[in-house]
């Protein structure tokens, strides 16, 4: 399994930030983009906020990631397209979640 970690920033609107939370709610993430991040092989998915900082951990299967399924495509894009409303990416002209470079593991450093 590979761990990635992204990050991206949200709209710095207690609203705003209040209604995404709530549209990651179990239950409330449309079942067709769950399926969708399952079948490009993401085995396990976390988000994480502090104030309007978000953190993405995922496992993502060895082969990586694989295309979408087309069927799904235009329904995820439609919720992508949602998601806008309330995302503000940290590199304006990049990718809208940046990932983020490990720079230490304690498992890598000998026991004292």
């Known amino acids: 399994m590979?761990?990635?970690?992204?990050?991206?920033?949200?709209?710095?609107?207690?609203e705003l930030i209040s209604a995404?939370?709530?549209r990651h709610t179990p239950g409330s993430v449309w079942p067709e983009v769950i399926?969708?991040?399952?079948?490009?092989?993401?085995?396990d998915m976390e988000i994480w906020r502090v104030a309007d900082r978000l953190v993405?951990?995922?496992?993502?299967?060895?082969?990586?990631l694989a295309p979408f399924d087309p069927d799904l495509q235009p329904i995820v894009?439609?919720?992508?397209?949602?998601?806008?409303?309330?995302?503000r990416p940290?590199?304006?002209?990049?990718p809208k979640w940046l990932p983020?470079?490990?720079i230490f593991a304690l498992g890598e450093h000998p026991a004292p």
């Open 35 to 43: 399926r969708a991040i399952r079948q490009r092989g993401y085995r």
């Open 2 to 14: 590979t761990r990635a970690v992204f990050v991206l920033d949200l709209e710095n609107d207690p």
């Open 56 to 64: 993405m951990l995922a496992e993502i299967v060895p082969s990586g």
């Open 90 to 94: 940290i590199a304006p002209n990049g």
């Open 100 to 102: 983020m470079t490990r």
């Open 77 to 87: 894009a439609q919720w992508e397209a949602e998601m806008d409303a309330y995302q």
């Open 20 to 22: 995404y939370e709530a």
